[in-house]
């Protein structure tokens, strides 16, 4: 297949580093203020490097990398809130073009997952979004083959940083503000934590889960989802949690038509409290019981696993 | 709900027992012996059946087969078992409060946790590391019906956000998790 990345990100930078590992060729590349176009396939390395040293990955406008022959459009662009544009703007042009999309930005599939699927319904080209939820784990793909409809519910831990910091806290004693700042230094968490730590991150991912359990019989936003962040976690909250057999954890859940992220008691020893930054998704099933996904739920080349995986299933 | 065999529950029994001295004491005897645990007896003396029995209603937590042993225990020691099994209060809720506790006055958090939900307070724990004025937190244990920890949980909700503390809650309301 060839691609289009739109967005250079450290997502977008690993699909492209990888993709020809997957027999897939990139014939664009787009970051925000630039595009490299080459329509027998861009020399990645060259790109990536440009990318490096002068900060844009070609000369072209970024707008040519939309208007290149690709199979499928990667979208990889920073998410955002509300419109959810400029990714909207992206998805809505590959699939006018007949062309298929692949999502590594959650803000099109949370924000305004109906006016996606509409477009995807007038278009010969798919819509695809596994890398928007947990990263390497294939908790979409999964939903998909069980089918959404037998599944009532599901929860996870679907922010890495906030588990990090969660279970950190626990281990150590340590206060918020000192496990942040370890975690920033680690490349854990961002200079900006916000988003993570506030639960809006999870609460996406969750949102999106919800708009897949449902198809299409209700459209879910980040509006209607009930958040909570860690912020405000002192250690002796873990600690009385501890003495019990349980910790805290920020768990979202998808459940009754409700989305709810938020900072939650679990037994110390259940599969929803992994260590460190690890990711799971348990889905109840009508059929199986209980079933868990778990893994790395961020990262470039995690993320970009989960992007490849979609264009394979485009093939 | 966990329906593991170790975990153990609350169950409220209630007894007739005839009005003599040691009576009491006989019925609390095959609790104890049995491993259960006593939560507490309601007694209540002024109150006579039309048997001319006294009622007497004890909470305990034991597990569900230690509890069947309990039942089959106080009926071989011949006290009238008048209610077994029906758990009033079935179901355990931990929570954990976030916030000035000491400052909005905990005993009445607790009283009104009390008064306001359908449970019962069976635990608590207190931490306040930085003192009595800064933020503190505490782990409660709430006993209350199979049917009722959605009711109790929004109650408690209801208590906490009037005294602007925060609520870590279970991950299943009364669940394993």
């Known amino acids: 297949m060839d691609l289009a990345i739109v967005g250079s990100g450290v997502v977008g930078r690993s699909v492209a580093d990888l993709a020809s590992d997957y027999g897939h060729r990139v014939t664009a590349m787009a970051d925000s203020s630039s595009a490299a176009v080459d329509p027998d396939g861009l020399d990645v390395a060259a790109v990536l490097d440009r990318k490096e040293t002068e900060g844009a990955v070609g000369t072209a406008d970024p707008e040519a990398a939309l208007e290149a022959d690709y199979d499928v459009l990667v979208e990889a662009t920073p998410t ?83 588990n990090f910091i969660l279970s950190r806290m626990a281990a150590e004693g340590l206060s918020y503000e000192h496990v942040l700042a370890e975690a920033q230094d680690l490349g854990v968490a961002e200079a900006d934590p916000s988003f993570d730590v506030e639960g809006t991150d999870a609460a996406l991912k969750c949102v999106i889960v919800a708009n897949v359990l449902a198809q299409g019989a209700r459209e879910y936003t980040l509006e209607d989802a009930i958040v909570a962040g860690i912020e405000e976690i002192p250690p002796s909250a873990l600690e009385l949690a501890q003495e019990d057999g349980r910790t805290i954890r920020l768990i979202g859940e998808v459940s009754g038509g409700e989305v709810r992220v938020g900072p939650r008691l679990v037994p110390r020893d259940s599969d929803l409290a992994p260590d460190g930054t690890r990711n799971i998704v348990q889905l109840e099933t009508e059929n199986a019981g209980r079933l868990n996904v778990s893994g790395r739920g961020a990262g470039g080349p995690e993320t970009a696993t989960a992007v490849l995986a979609d264009v394979g299933r485009l093939e | 709900m966990s329906d593991r065999a170790d975990t153990v529950r609350a169950y409220t029994v209630r007894l007739e027992l005839v009005d003599e001295p040691g009576e009491l004491l006989r019925a609390l005897e095959p609790i104890a012996n049995n491993g259960g645990n006593l939560l507490s007896i309601f007694h209540e003396r002024g109150n006579v059946t039309p048997r001319g029995h006294i009622p007497v209603e004890v909470d305990l937590e034991a597990t569900p087969e230690r509890f069947e042993d309990i039942v089959t225990a106080l009926q071989d020691a011949g006290v009238n078992v008048i209610q077994a099994g029906q758990e009033r209060y079935s179901a355990e809720l931990t929570v954990v409060l976030i916030g000035h506790l000491v400052n909005t006055d905990l005993s009445d958090t607790l009283s009104r946790l009390r008064d306001e939900t359908e449970g019962r307070v069976t635990d608590l724990s207190l931490s306040a590391p930085k003192g009595a004025d800064d933020v503190s937190s505490a782990r409660v244990r709430l006993a209350t019906e199979q049917g009722s920890v959605e009711s109790t949980l929004s109650a408690v909700r209801a208590v906490a956000d009037e005294k602007d503390l925060r609520v870590i809650e279970p991950l299943a309301a009364g669940g394993e998790a």
């Open chain 1, 80 to 162: 955002t809130l509300g419109d959810a544009q400029p990714g909207f703007g992206h998805v809505k042009a590959a699939l006018e073009r007949d062309r298929h999309v692949v999502l590594a930005n959650k803000g099109p599939v949370a924000e305004r997952y109906a006016d996606v699927m509409a477009l995807a319904a007038e278009s010969d080209g798919e819509v695809r979004f596994e890398a928007t939820v947990g990263g390497a784990i294939p908790v979409l793909s999964t939903i998909e083959d069980y089918g959404p409809g037998k599944i009532s519910a599901a929860r996870g831990i679907l922010n890495g940083t906030a």
